[in-house]
Nanobody, 124 residues
Framework: QVQLVESGGGLVQAGGSLRLSCAAS????????MGWFRQAPGKEREFVAA????????YYADSVKGRFTISRDNAKNTVYLQMNSLKPEDTAVYYC?????????????????WGQGTQVTVSS
């Protein structure tokens, strides 16, 4: 079992930045691929970014490529999502998730563990 707790969400103006954190506890954090997803009101949950066990390999949705950066600190059992140049369409609840394999890292239903989410609101 892995428990995930997100933090760092909030209200920011368009063009601003936020850094989300996801703290993990339970089984060995470094054994898991970590992903960030988001869900806007009335929409399905969508993939944002994923990072391999070592942090060497990352994968991004086209909509955030060049603006968001995923990273991890295995010593702190934490994964981060640095979000820059935020747009109103980035408004959503952001979730972190964990899975064992990097295969299909962009697919929501491939992840085994989920956090409760943190709200990000970008005003225009």
């Amino acid at each position: 079992q892995v428990q995930l707790v997100e933090s760092g969400g909030g209200l920011v103006q368009a063009g601003g930045s936020l850094r989300l954190s996801c703290a993990a506890s339970g089984r060995t954090f470094s054994s898991y691929v970590m992903g960030w997803f988001r869900q806007a009101p009335g929409k399905e949950r969508e993939f944002v970014a994923a990072i391999s066990w070592s942090g060497v390999t990352t994968y991004y949705a086209d909509s955030v490529k060049g603006r968001f950066t995923i990273s991890r600190d295995n010593a702190k059992n934490t994964v981060y999502l640095q979000m820059n140049s935020l747009k109103p369409e980035d408004t959503a609840v952001y979730y972190c998730a964990a899975k064992e394999s990097f295969h299909s890292a962009g697919l929501t239903n491939e992840y085994d563990y989920w956090g409760q989410g943190t709200q990000v609101t970008v005003s225009s």
